[in-house]
């Protein structure tokens, strides 16, 4: 057998080493969530999954890189794109995409039972990485109070556990059960369900 790297397309060139390239072409031809997961864990602790404890920060590159408290999410307005960080080492887990978190606060009674246990005071988590294709969910429809993935125009109800709404996706957006440490959102448990798009 051969160990010469196979060829992949563009977005695979720029790996360094070709088992990586490998495994990036996988993730660019197929869209599966398993190939960018591995990449997710990989050693370099900025690109590690959420773990149990990580604290909720803002992005280094933001105007103020710091932990999320209960007073920066305001009821009903546009949720917050944050990332999982290690209290111990500091390091915030932003260097690999599907850890980017929606957090948002709702009224507490809109909650159904399943999304208010996972929820504090009305805060709730979900993974910011749609699970149709794979695009970032990044717009807010203000007067449903419901998350929209820009690509393909799949909606979530995040009242209720993230269920479709409409759109072509077929699955929820992953949950994170938070809880409360002081005034800062605290990892409380794993998602709900794999991140990203499913298997063809």
């Known amino acids: 057998m051969s160990n010469e790297a196979p060829t992949c397309g563009p977005a695979a060139q720029a790996c360094a080493s070709w088992p990586r390239r490998r495994l990036l072409c996988a993730a660019v031809a197929t869209g599966l969530a398993a190939p960018l997961a591995l990449l997710a864990n990989d050693a370099d602790p900025s690109k590690q999954t959420a773990m149990p404890g990580d604290v909720l920060a803002f992005a280094s590159w933001e105007d103020e890189p710091r932990a999320v408290t209960t007073a920066d999410v305001v009821q009903n307005a546009a949720p917050l794109a944050v990332y999982p960080q290690d209290p111990a080492s500091g390091v915030t887990r932003e260097n690999a995409r599907l850890n980017q978190i929606l957090l948002l606060r709702l009224a507490p009674d809109s909650l159904d039972e399943a999304t208010r246990a996972r929820a504090v005071d009305g805060i709730v988590a979900y993974s910011a990485i749609c699970t149709h294709a794979a695009c970032a969910v990044s717009e807010w429809q203000a007067d449903k109070l419901h998350l929209v993935c820009p690509c393909h125009s799949s ?8 269920a479709r709404v409409t759109g072509p996706t077929a699955r929820p957006l992953p949950a994170l059960p938070i809880k409360l440490l002081g005034d800062k959102l605290v ?3 794993p998602f709900s369900a794999p991140l990203g798009a499913p298997a063809p």
């Open 187 to 189: 990892v409380a448990g």
């Open 155 to 162: 909606e979530y109800d995040p009242a209720k556990s993230a």
